[in-house]
């Protein structure tokens, strides 16, 4: 079964608009939640990540949306820019552990 | 710089055939992982290791073995490749205790 779900699988956004990818879990042993980020033909690399006791985090353009009760996290892409276009993994980390688990992937394009 | 590194990038097999995917890690973490990425799958885990004579079974372990003499190298074996062992698999690393893992440029295995 997947142990994180996401949401869309593609998307598409105009230049400059608001790209939301979201994600649900059920697990809540897990401690560590990151958003990757993949190039075509390229490895995934860490975009941005959150803990579960805070409920926001910003890194420039990239803001990480954590709800605890819910047990749902999102990443939200402002002004977003073609350069931005890539497939986008959520995972977790058990509490504990190393290993990650993934999201099914969304794929985003931005259009010009 | 410190790296992963995966070989061979590209590799065409036929059924029935042992393989063997190369990884090799110079961030000196006790941590390596395969991945294999599927389109509606995203990433899913084969085997880990966290650290040398340490392997464990991830969610799709099925014909696949890993074993680790080092701690650079953890190389994935494919006993009898069949064809829907077709995907890109991906190696990644990780220090203890930081979530944050670095992941190879991928292995395009086809089985025919």
């Known amino acids: 079964q997947q142990q994180v779900k996401q949401s869309p699988q593609s998307l598409i956004v105009q230049k400059g608009g608001i790209s939301i990818i979201n994600c649900a879990y059920e697990?809540?042993?897990?401690?560590?939640f990151p958003w990757y980020q993949q190039f075509p033909g390229k490895g995934p690399a860490l975009l941005i990540a959150i803990r579960p006791d805070v409920s926001e985090k910003k890194e420039g353009r990239f803001t990480i949306s954590f709800n605890k009760s819910a047990k749902q996290f999102s990443l939200h892409i402002m002004d977003s820019q073609p350069g931005d276009s890539a497939t986008y993994f959520c995972?977790?980390?058990?509490?504990?552990?190393?290993?990650?688990?993934f999201g099914q992937g969304t794929r985003l394009t931005i259009n010009p | 710089d410190a790296e992963i590194t995966q070989s061979p990038r590209h590799k065409i097999t036929e059924t029935g055939r042992q393989v063997t995917l190369a990884c090799h890690q110079t961030?000196?973490?006790?941590?390596m992982f395969w991945y294999r990425q599927d389109l509606g799958h995203g990433l899913r885990l084969i085997h880990y290791?966290?650290?040398?004579?340490?392997?464990n079974k991830g969610e799709v372990s099925d014909g696949y073995s890993v074993s680790r003499s080092n701690t650079e190298d953890l190389p994935l074996t494919l006993e009898s490749a069949a064809s829907s062992q077709t995907s890109v698999y991906f190696c990644?690393?990780?220090?203890?205790?930081?979530?944050?893992?670095?992941f190879g440029q991928g292995t395009r295995l086809t089985v025919v």
């Open positions: 697990n809540t042993a897990f401690d560590y």
């Open positions: 990644a690393s990780s220090e203890s205790g930081a979530g944050e893992a670095f």
């Open positions: 995972a977790a980390k058990f509490q504990g552990a190393q290993k990650l688990v």
């Open positions: 961030w000196n973490h006790n941590n």
């Open positions: 290791s966290y650290g040398v004579q340490d392997t």
